[in-house]
Nanobody, 124 residues
């Protein structure tokens, strides 16, 4: 089992940047595919990005390609989401998630463990 704790959210102006972090407990962090999802009020949870075990494979939602970058440091049991050129429509709670299978997925129900979320608010 793994526990996930997100940090790094906050209020930023449009065009600004934020870096989210997700710290994981447990000794098998490197065996999890890690993902980021977001959920705005009244909307379903949406896929943002995912990264494979070694960090060699990354996956992005079309809406964030070229603006966001996911990375991981297995020595620190941490996954990151660098968010650049932020837009008001990026405003949401961002969740970190872990998947025990080796392949990435953009479906939230494929992920087994979730953090509590961190709020990102982008003002216009």
């Amino acid at each position: 089992q793994v526990q996930l704790v997100e940090s790094g959210g906050g209020l930023v102006q449009a065009g600004g940047s934020l870096r989210l972090s997700c710290a994981a407990s447990g000794r098998t962090f490197s065996r999890y595919v890690m993902g980021w999802f977001c959920q705005a009020p009244g909307k379903e949870r949406q896929f943002v990005a995912a990264i494979g075990w070694s960090g060699g494979r990354t996956y992005y939602a079309d809406a964030v390609k070229g603006r966001f970058a996911i990375s991981r440091d297995n020595a620190k049991n941490t996954v990151y989401l660098q968010m650049n050129s932020l837009k008001p429509e990026d405003t949401a709670v961002y969740y970190c998630a872990a998947r025990t299978y080796s392949s990435g997925s953009s479906y939230h129900y494929d992920y087994d463990y979730w953090g509590q979320g961190t709020q990102v608010t982008v003002s216009s």
